[in-house]
Nanobody, 118 residues
Framework: QVQLVESGGGLVQAGGSLRVSCVASGRTWRVYVMGWFRQAPGKEREFVAA????????DYTDSVKGRFTISRDNAKNTVYLQMNSLKPEDTAVYYC???????????WGQGTQVTVSS
């Protein structure tokens, strides 16, 4: 199996920046794509960003393009989500996920809370 552990969430003012991290352990060779999802209170979980193993392919939801950047350090089995120009609507629990392609994610972390105050 693959274990994913997120960190780096917290409280930030609107317009500020935050970086969340996700460390993978276990059978990490099974994970080709790493992604970030988020779930706000009362809303369904939504896709935020994803990155391929090589880092050569990335994908973002429209609402974060130009503000968020996903990256990975394979030597550390870590994926990052740099979030800039944060808005109150970015407030959510952010989940790290791993899968074999950009559509299917088999492994999930426990989530980290990001709160953006206005």
């Amino acid at each position: 199996q693959v274990q994913l552990v997120e960190s780096g969430g917290g409280l930030v003012q609107a317009g500020g920046s935050l970086r969340v991290s996700c460390v993978a352990s276990g059978r990490t060779w099974r994970v080709y794509v790493m992604g970030w999802f988020r779930q706000a209170p009362g809303k369904e979980r939504e896709f935020v960003a994803a990155i391929s193993w090589t880092g050569g392919s990335t994908d973002y939801t429209d609402s974060v393009k130009g503000r968020f950047t996903i990256s990975r350090d394979n030597a550390k089995n870590t994926v990052y989500l740099q979030m800039n120009s944060l808005k109150p609507e970015d407030t959510a629990v952010y989940y790290c996920a791993g899968g074999s392609n950009f559509r299917d994610y088999e492994y999930w972390g426990q989530g980290t809370q990001v709160t953006v105050s206005s």
